[in-house]
């Protein structure tokens, strides 16, 4: 009996998608489409200069075993060498969750836990590893100056398993905010599925955005039970709806910057009243909501659909800082 199964190959596919994510966050500020199950490579990432780095993620089921550690790498370097071809390839990285991606003793040290390594910066025998099989499967297109081999910690244990990614999502969120780091594991969940439905889309051509991935980001860290004036005199079951309505709105699969880009421009060109703190605000949605009633897509503005504009809006303005310190950080704007 075979000792590949389904939930071997399960498990390679939330190794390759997780990899995304630590690939995408290194990046993240020249980063401009992800895609996992590209139309060559396990990942493809395209820069906001044109350029592309090309990804091939292999995750060993057990990551201190040396079998088919070599064979992996071979298959890798295989369509990496065909990568090497695109004239706008900035980098060409293996990534897997091996303890000894080499299956080599004097460069094994060396990709202790996540590690990147650059082909230059590897030892002589890792070197040799590598050399021999470009050889022996004729590569000749591969760019070894632009190879990098990564480890990402990645094990069977779901205890541990994310453990790494988590580190990652927390560091990027902390660089932010660091009150809103403990919102990491529920960013990593919604990056995660947003990922994997895309891979599963049959035309490559269909890509994440980096505003596809920080929109959520951004709903996630605004989404607080702050106080909005515009919520107090409403009955419960009101309350309800409006929750309901608003979700829909700010879904994560939504492209919403340009409202909210829209909203704060238009909230810094207001004329300012002589008071302090969110009666400035509250004066600017009571006057103002239906400037962008057109973004709502209503049939018609009832009172309900007045009301959820009206929250929204102050909800934006409320943390249009957070919002600007987000955009900033991922170069967004």
């Not at 091939?56 to 890798?76: E, F, H, I, W």
Request: net charge negative; with cysteine; charged share 25%.
């Amino acid at each position: 009996m075979s000792g590949t199964n389904a939930s071997d190959t399960l498990f390679g596919w939330d190794f390759q998608i997780n990899a995304a994510i630590i690939l995408t966050l290194e990046d993240i500020e020249r980063i401009s489409k992800v895609r996992v199950e590209g139309k060559n490579e396990d990942i493809e990432i395209t820069l906001t200069d044109g350029s592309h780095i090309f990804s091939q993620a292999k995750a060993l089921v057990d990551p201190s075993s040396s079998k088919n550690v070599r064979k992996k790498l071979g298959d890798a370097l295989g369509t990496l060498d065909q990568a090497s071809l695109n004239a706008g390839t900035q980098k060409l990285i293996y990534i897997t969750n091996s303890y000894n991606p080499l299956n080599e003793t004097t460069s094994m040290m060396s990709f202790y836990g996540q590690a990147r390594k650059s082909y230059n910066s590897l030892s002589k025998g890792g070197k040799k590893v590598i050399d021999d099989i470009v050889s022996r499967k004729s590569l000749s297109n591969l760019n070894k100056n632009k190879l990098y081999v990564y480890t990402l910690p990645f094990e069977q244990d779901t205890q541990n398993r994310y453990r790494v990614v988590i580190e990652r999502v927390k560091d990027f969120i902390t660089a932010i905010k660091p009150a809103l780091s403990g919102i990491a594991q529920n960013v990593l969940n919604v990056w995660l599925q947003q990922l994997f439905e895309n891979a599963t889309l049959h035309d490559v051509e269909l890509v994440l955005s980096k505003e596809d991935l920080i929109w959520p980001l951004i709903v996630i860290m605004c989404d607080n039970e702050r106080a909005n004036p515009f919520i107090d005199h409403m009955e419960d079951g009101e309350f309800d709806e409006i929750c309901e309505l608003y979700k829909n709105f700010i879904d994560c699969r939504s492209q919403k910057f340009a409202f909210t880009a829209r909203v704060i421009t238009d909230y810094q060109n207001f004329p300012k009243i002589d008071v302090h703190g969110n009666e400035q605000i509250v004066d600017f949605v009571n006057k103002c909501w239906s400037n962008y009633s057109d973004e709502f897509l209503a049939e018609e503005i009832n009172e309900t659909t007045k009301n959820l504009i009206k929250i929204t809006i102050y909800r934006i303005l409320q943390q249009r800082r957070l919002i600007n310190d987000v955009k900033k950080k991922v170069n967004l704007f």
